[in-house]
């Protein structure tokens, strides 16, 4: 369905019953991402919990207008959640969408059952860090074309597609990779490089939350693996320090995807962390 909100129009979909507690996910932002991935993260979970899968602005099935800024992905899920009279929720995200889901919290914490992070922080990676982290792989790199990507200055899809299939080997483990069903998926996603450059722009410049993390008050669960490289395991640990309410989680041995390095612990550790919220 379609939902109008800020003079956008926004896709939405919802799965599971009707009158369950809401379970609201946020992707990534940028031009490379949108709800079909966080479909198989949280499906499994669409027999207890009602759960809302929805593209940002100028994502996927929404419409492209307008700046896509954290302040305004925020305002359009608030309103979203309005229009959809969804009362209270659990916030869930990673990555990218672990900064919109802190956004939004920190923004709307009255609105907020509970709130769910995977493998973000509450600011971006610096840059150098990234480029040091990837270097530790000892993988061939374009690094003109990484610099471009994280930096947020892709020429065109093209790039933006080349940049973002130099560093998939990447997210999963070397027994992992399969670069048939990899290379499908990288063919299926909806490139926008002009959204993915205001998205990176805005991240390396200085967005962050660290100063706002006490207005959560709202019960918070953070899993991240001790060898992400995406996000140093160093955020979730300044994440759990400043958050009054938070239970961490480490996964040893796993990157930036722990709920696919081990998908079992990780739906184990969130329906116990719900029922534990009494949700």
Known sequence: MFVEVNDCKIYAEELGPQDATVMFTFHSPG???????????FTPFTDDYRVVFFDLRGAGKSQDTGEPSFSQLSEDAEQLRKKLDLGKI???GGSGGGYLSLEYATRYPENVAALILRATGPFHTPFETLKQNVESFGVSIDWERFERYWLGYCRDNEDLKAALWD??????????WDPEEAWIRHQQRHYNYRKHNYAMREQTSGWTVEDQLHKIEAPTL???GDEDWVVPVEHAHIL???????Q?????????SPHRDDPERFETLIRQFLSDCGL
Not at 31 to 41: F, L, Q, V, W, Y
Not at 167 to 176: G, N
Not at 248 to 256: Q, R
Request: charged share 20%; proline share 7%.
């Open 31 to 41: 031009g490379s991402s949108d709800s079909r991935s966080m479909k198989p993260i």
């Open 90 to 92: 659990v916030i869930t």
């Open 222 to 224: 953070i899993v991240h």
């Open 248 to 256: 961490l989680e480490v996964f040893s041995g796993s990157g930036h």
């Open 167 to 176: 560093i998939a080997p990447l997210y999963v483990s070397e027994e992992e």
């Open 240 to 246: 759990h320090e400043k958050i009054p309410n938070s």
